[in-house]
């Protein structure tokens, strides 16, 4: 187990063979388009901190160094819209602004 889960892995298999008993072909759904690694993910220290204590979350980007790739992360957030992170043709990351955080 890693050391940032509160979730045990028991637990998070027990949730997946719970939505196996809903529907087989939603688990198979859920695990071929990786919707489990955002699962994991979210059952972890950091997950949980970054929607009750963002400011525990260690690594940032300070928007003033970004550059254009962040000015332009910045600017399709403020839309409202989701943004995909993208290395080598493949998805690292898909965000989207956080609907609390009021927009200026």
């Known amino acids: 187990m890693r050391k940032t889960q509160f979730c045990t892995v028991g637990n998070n298999d ?7 008993w809903m529907s ?4 198979t759904n859920f ?8 699962f994991y993910a979210l059952c972890s220290v ?11 979350i260690k690594a940032q980007i300070k928007v003033s160094r970004g550059g254009k790739g962040i000015s332009r992360l910045i600017r399709v957030l403020g ?3 989701f ?7 493949q998805t ?3 965000i989207g602004m ?7």
């Open 46 to 56: 950091e997950g949980l901190n970054s929607y009750i204590a963002p400011e525990k």
């Open 98 to 104: 956080d609907n609390s955080i009021a927009t200026g």
């Open 83 to 89: 943004i995909r992170i993208v290395k080598d043709s």
């Open 79 to 81: 839309k409202n819209e």
């Open 14 to 20: 027990d949730i997946l063979d719970m939505i196996g």
């Open 92 to 94: 690292v990351l898909t």
């Open 24 to 27: 087989p072909d939603r688990k």
């Open 31 to 38: 695990l071929s388009h990786s919707a489990n690694l955002r």
